[in-house]
């Protein structure tokens, strides 16, 4: 399995942006299928956007279709979460997982490593 650290959170006002990466160990990461998700307090942790092993297939949330951009960089081991247009309901901790599983994956169960989460905090 990869280990996977995440980064790029802190505080924005709405409207603004921020880029969120995940960074993995291990030989292996370009056959992981990797996903963002995120937890606001009281709430369920959510699938946000993912992304297949080759980069060749992104899919998102309906929540942030349009505002938010996954993208990978195999050779620098890294996941990237570009959030424009972050409104207060993004405020959350955000986590990066990764996934061998053969179809675009969106449930927690699919994915096996987890990040420790980042928070993103979204001012009104």
């Known amino acids: 399995q990869v280990q996977l650290v995440e980064s790029g959170g802190g505080l924005v006002q709405a409207g603004g942006s921020l880029r969120l990466s995940c960074a993995a160990s291990?030989?292996?990461?370009?056959?992981?299928?990797m996903g963002w998700f995120r937890q606001a307090p009281g709430k369920e942790r959510e699938f946000v956007a993912g992304i297949t092993w080759s980069g060749g297939s992104t899919y998102y949330a309906d929540s942030v279709k349009g505002r938010f951009t996954i993208s990978r960089d195999n050779a620098k081991n890294t996941v990237y979460l570009q959030m424009n247009s972050l409104k207060p309901e993004d405020m959350a901790v955000y986590y990066c997982?990764?996934?061998?599983?053969?179809?675009?994956?969106?449930?927690?169960?699919?994915?096996?490593?987890w990040g420790q989460g980042t928070q993103v905090t979204v001012s009104s």
């Open positions: 291990g030989r292996t990461f370009s056959s992981y299928t």
């Open positions: 997982a990764a996934t061998r599983v053969p179809y675009r994956a969106t449930m927690i169960s699919d994915f096996v490593s």
